[in-house]
């Protein structure tokens, strides 16, 4: 399948910040085209699952994604859906400390990200206008929506529970939305 995510060369921040988020990956015995291809192999899987819901977001809607790590599915669906980078928010948290509890409460502390190299893997991939919100700075509540989307692949729903967001979340919905998490889909009208 096309690589639609580009991996920008694989720097010594960079590795850590892909061990601390894939502890799996032993990337002293591999390359970035290794990572480019895991990273791209992801995103296609998600994008054929909610391909008939992405598909119908206008690629002006006002987008946040939560958790996205390194940015992979931020690029991947800019690039494929033909998102517009000053549209896209993300939500991510510097983080040497991860608390996850599968399905369990969420921890305010608890990050697992590197927002310095989610923004350099975004302008390597030309998504330079993406609107990053540090987790510690500024709570989930009070981004600035509403959003037409909001996704999270891994942060909401695989390491904690979608009902330790909602509260965070309703408001910051749109009347016209469509809200997706790695466990559920909902369509609001």
């Known amino acids: 399948m096309e690589r639609i995510f580009r991996a920008p060369p694989l720097t010594h921040k960079l590795r850590a910040a892909i061990k601390r988020i894939s502890p799996q990956f032993d990337l002293r015995k591999r390359d970035r085209l290794f990572w480019e291809a895991d990273e791209n192999g992801s995103c296609w899987g998600e994008y054929e699952a909610l391909e008939p ?27 494929k859906l033909g998102w517009r980078g ?13 608390k996850y509890t ?7 502390d608890s990050f697992c990200g590197n927002i310095e190299e989610l923004r350099r893997v975004l302008d390597f991939n030309g998504i330079n206008d993406v609107k990053i919100f540090d987790a510690a700075k500024t709570r989930l509540s009070d981004l600035p929506g509403p959003y037409y989307l909001i996704y999270s692949f891994y ?6 529970s979608l009902e ?3 509260d965070d979340l309703l408001p910051l919905l749109g009347k016209r939305c469509f809200q997706a998490t790695s466990l559920s889909g909902c369509a609001a009208g």
Do not use: C, M
């Open 102 to 108: 599968v399905l369990g409460p969420r921890f305010e």
């Open 86 to 98: 000053n549209q896209l928010n993300a939500y991510e948290g510097n983080g040497r400390t991860t």
């Open 155 to 160: 942060g909401i729903g695989f390491h904690w």
């Open 53 to 79: 819901f992405l598909a119908r977001v206008p690629a002006d809607a006002k987008i946040l994604e939560i958790g996205p790590g390194l940015g992979r599915s931020l690029v991947f669906f800019a690039k």
């Open 164 to 166: 330790y967001f909602l």
